[in-house]
């Protein structure tokens, strides 16, 4: 969230950015940040499945939690 706010990018321009498989992921990210706070991103961790992939998520959602503080 933080790269497209300082990038002014869109959810499927960062999407393709990060190489993420979906830009859902990026949708319910910010759902889960704009109804439910940060601490409902933590959660999203057990969600990842190959290593590949959560290392990539985990990356992205680390650029986010930072970027609220």
């Given amino acids: 969230m933080s790269y497209m706010k300082e ?3 869109s959810i499927f321009e960062t999407a ?3 190489n993420l498989p979906s830009d859902k992921t990026l949708w319910t990210w910010r759902h889960l940040l704009e109804t439910q706070g940060l601490d409902a991103l ?7 499945i190959t290593v590949k992939e959560k290392e990539k998520n985990l990356l992205f ?6 970027s609220f503080f």
């Fill in 16 to 18: 393709a950015i990060f």
């Fill in 42 to 48: 933590k959660s999203t961790q057990k969600l990842f």
């Fill in 7 to 9: 990038h002014e990018t």
């Fill in 61 to 66: 959602f680390y650029l986010i939690m930072f």
